[in-house]
């Protein structure tokens, strides 16, 4: 396994462009399963590990897929599908691979769907696309660790989500757009990664009204067609080198993704002590020489992403004062908390909330990436410890952003890659 070997702390300086957002790519990449005749183009898809996998996903289901990663470009020929199965074996490797229960439903009239990561319906997140899917008329069931669902055409009809839900959100779009009736969600995701989900299947002929608002409607249509269509770009991604410049007292002029979409971030590193630029089509962050505390909870989007809580919580291990951040999205989110500690953080965190007393430095230190989030979280820590660190377990870093240590040499970091 690769780690990353840090020398900081340094300064992220220069600008930098992002890539398509990987959390709206899976969703479109599955949807273009829904259309039976031609050739889908989907543009700005970041050659990033999820992307490979998914793809994976679609070949095994009967889709000829084509990426080209230099291009950024991903042709879909999804006209004769062959399996209606989604096996763990691909599944295990990311949760997001459940997106394809409603294409495949709603192409093959059955679906059977490995349950991600080996799970159990329960209190879990696929709670929200098994019973949605039941309210549009399906019969689902569970049996040997998969999600059989049933029905062609689905009814339509109305569903609730007791918690807004991202994929869930977007998977019963799926399921509804070629149902027999309307369909009305409340209490829908409104995440810019579902309208552009939205966007593009309403240029492949979906009627869906409301995305982006918690109250979405879908009007039936007897079929999709192909289409090209470009990815937004991703707000993670973005909001992690703006977070990155805060922490390390740089300045870098972040560009290719709407800035309004990280509104709640730029209100909170302000509020720290940095300056916020925006311009029509990038935005500058420059971090003061000492950050100042603050308190953050995350929401739904448009609150404070519960994915860029790990990169927060840096930065707030070397404010000026205490700051107190709670998760109400995950709150088991605190992997890194641990791993903080070990770079010289004072932080405890317990039951979803976090008390982050801000010292003077960071030390660098043998730490791992827990996850994605916390991955990149730690990634910005280091840069700004003394000393050498270790980065561990970057494949995670991997699935989300590409070649990360690349971009980060560019904007100053002393980053490099070694096979561990």
Known sequence: MDKFVINGPTKLKGRVRVDGSKNAALPILAATLLVDKGETIIRNVPPLVDIYTLSQMLEYIGARVTYDGKARVV??????????????DLMRKM???????????????????????????GARPVD????????????????????IARGKPLEGGAVYFDKPSHTGTENLIFGAVMARRRTFLTNAACDPEVVDTANYLIAA??????????????????RLKAVEYTVSGDRLVAGTYAIGAALTSGELEISGVPADQLTVVFHKLSEMGCSVTLRPSSFTVKGPKKLTATNITTFPYPGFPTDLQACISSACAVASGTSHIKDTVFVDRFAHAMELRRLGADINASGGEA???GVESLQGASVMAPDIRAGAGMA???????????????YHLDR?????????????ADIKRVKA
Do not use: D, W
């Open 75 to 88: 042709t879909v020929n999804a006209e004769n599908l062959t399996q209606n199965t989604a096996p763990y």
């Open 95 to 121: 949760r997001g691979s459940f997106l394809v229960l409603g294409p495949i439903l709603a192409r093959m009239g059955e679906a059977r769907v490995s349950l991600p990561g080996g799970c159990v319906l």
């Open 128 to 147: 929200y696309h098994v019973k949605g899917f039941a309210a549009l008329g399906a019969k689902v069931t569970e049996e040997s660790g998969y999600v």
């Open 205 to 222: 002929g979906a009627k869906i009204h409301g995305a982006g608002t918690p109250n979405i409607v879908v009007e039936p249509v007897k």
């Open 355 to 357: 008390i982050i007393n």
């Open 380 to 394: 910005l820590a280091c840069l700004a410890a003394h000393g050498q660190s270790e980065l561990l377990r970057v």
């Open 400 to 412: 989300a952003y590409y070649c990360l240590e690349e971009q980060l040499s560019r904007l100053g």
